[in-house]
């Protein structure tokens, strides 16, 4: 429902049926294969692969289970990287010389320093996801796909676990921020059409912290 209830949006938007919802559980082989055979379905290639799926999960050191670190694991990492090689025929076949496929992976800032809150699997399968990143683009940069990657800080999402759903939550998520706010979903957009352009066609295997800041100046 809520795959269906994204993608009618984003149709209403363009005023067209651009956008298909294919829900699927990218942690998993079946899963994976699904989406890539529903993509299959409707078009030749792949311009752009966006590896957003993620999970996280936060417990104290004493108490933190073995099972969020599989979980994670599972999503997090291993997902991304079974999605793309999957992809890659269809990457490959939609990639030229003049202008090459992405592949944008989406990790975070706590894969780049440590985290307030005590989310070990989250932050470890992150900064996995940069060494992935980087990985992955020396091995694609022959057969013109791009891969770089993009490290979000604090926006409204629902995986977030302090979803600032109140005004005083929002302004104490803003305090820790240099740049005073949170993310806006235009921030994001905007790194992403950057990586997905011509425009980075010279940046290879690089991570964007799109985070007001944080990472640099807090």
């Given at each position: 429902e809520a795959c269906d209830a994204a993608a009618e949006e984003m149709n209403n938007e363009v005023g067209a049926a651009r956008c298909h919802s294919v829900?699927?559980?990218?942690?998993?082989?079946?899963?994976?294969?699904?989406?890539?055979?529903?993509?299959?379905?409707?078009?030749d290639g792949v311009d752009v692969l966006v590896n957003n799926a993620g999970a996280t999960w936060g417990a104290p050191i004493d108490d933190y289970p073995e099972d969020a670190f599989d979980k994670l694991w599972g999503i997090n990492v291993k997902g991304p990287f079974f999605l793309t090689q999957a992809f890659l025929p269809m990457l490959e076949a939609a990639a030229g010389d003049e202008d090459?496929?992405?592949?944008?992976?989406?990790?975070?800032?706590?894969?780049l320093r440590v985290p307030?809150?005590?989310?070990?699997?989250?932050?470890?399968?992150k900064a996995g996801v940069l060494a992935l990143t980087r990985h992955m683009a020396r091995d694609l940069l022959a057969?013109?796909?791009?891969?770089?990657?993009?490290a979000p800080g604090p926006f409204e999402s629902k995986m977030m676990a302090f979803a600032p759903d109140t005004e005083e939550k929002r302004d104490m998520v803003s305090s820790t921020v240099p740049a005073g706010r949170i993310g806006s979903p235009d921030d994001m957009a905007a790194a992403a059409l950057f990586l997905a352009s011509r425009a980075s066609d010279y940046v290879i295997g690089e991570t964007i912290a799109v985070d007001g800041g944080i990472v640099n100046l807090a």
């Amino acid at each position: 429902e809520a795959c269906d209830a994204a993608a009618e949006e984003m149709n209403n938007e363009v005023g067209a049926a651009r956008c298909h919802s294919v829900p699927a559980d990218l942690s998993t082989p079946d899963g994976i294969a699904a989406l890539v055979a529903a993509v299959g379905d409707r078009f030749d290639g792949v311009d752009v692969l966006v590896n957003n799926a993620g999970a996280t999960w936060g417990a104290p050191i004493d108490d933190y289970p073995e099972d969020a670190f599989d979980k994670l694991w599972g999503i997090n990492v291993k997902g991304p990287f079974f999605l793309t090689q999957a992809f890659l025929p269809m990457l490959e076949a939609a990639a030229g010389d003049e202008d090459p496929a992405r592949v944008i992976n989406i990790a975070s800032i706590d894969g780049l320093r440590v985290p307030a809150m005590p989310t070990y699997a989250y932050s470890s399968t992150k900064a996995g996801v940069l060494a992935l990143t980087r990985h992955m683009a020396r091995d694609l940069l022959a057969r013109n796909i791009r891969v770089n990657a993009i490290a979000p800080g604090p926006f409204e999402s629902k995986m977030m676990a302090f979803a600032p759903d109140t005004e005083e939550k929002r302004d104490m998520v803003s305090s820790t921020v240099p740049a005073g706010r949170i993310g806006s979903p235009d921030d994001m957009a905007a790194a992403a059409l950057f990586l997905a352009s011509r425009a980075s066609d010279y940046v290879i295997g690089e991570t964007i912290a799109v985070d007001g800041g944080i990472v640099n100046l807090a």
